[in-house]
């Protein structure tokens, strides 16, 4: 079974940059489809960005994260990297890292119970300063 690790968080100012990077160790990881998310305190988990397995530079983004958030893979280094641009003010969030063989238990994660991750990383804190 694949496993993940989040790494890459830390304090930004606002307005900056910050790469995140999702490690994974396992079988196959080319046959898994990886998704980003991100849960601010007392806020529902959000997908900001997933990698269709076996990729190719193929990418899915929900319409209201288009534009702010990029998603790179390299199944050589096992490895799904998240840049997020112009950061805004907010509290402290935890980005997570998820994978599924099936995109769209990714894309419903949050949204379908029914429908849950086969694995998920333990994420990595990510505070902005103003």
């Known amino acids: 079974q694949v496993r993940l690790a989040e790494s890459g968080g830390g304090l930004v100012q606002a307005g900056g940059s910050l790469r995140l990077s999702c490690a994974a160790s396992?079988?196959?990881?080319?046959?898994?489809?990886v998704g980003w998310f991100r849960q601010a305190p007392g806020k529902e988990r959000e997908l900001l960005a997933a990698?269709?397995?076996?990729?190719?530079?193929?990418?899915y983004y929900p319409d209201a994260m288009k534009g702010r958030f990029t998603v790179s893979r390299d199944n050589d280094k096992n490895t799904v990297s998240l840049q997020i641009s112009g950061l805004p003010p907010a509290d402290p969030a935890v980005y997570y890292c998820?994978?599924?063989?099936?995109?769209?238990?990714?894309?419903?994660?949050?949204?379908?119970?029914?429908?849950?991750?086969?694995?998920w990383g333990q994420g990595t804190l990510v505070t902005v300063s103003s």
């Open positions: 998820a994978a599924d063989p099936i995109l769209h238990t990714l894309v419903v994660a949050t949204t379908d119970t029914a429908r849950t991750p086969e694995v």
């Open positions: 396992g079988r196959n990881f080319s046959e898994y489809a």
């Open positions: 990698s269709k397995r076996r990729s190719g530079g193929s990418q």
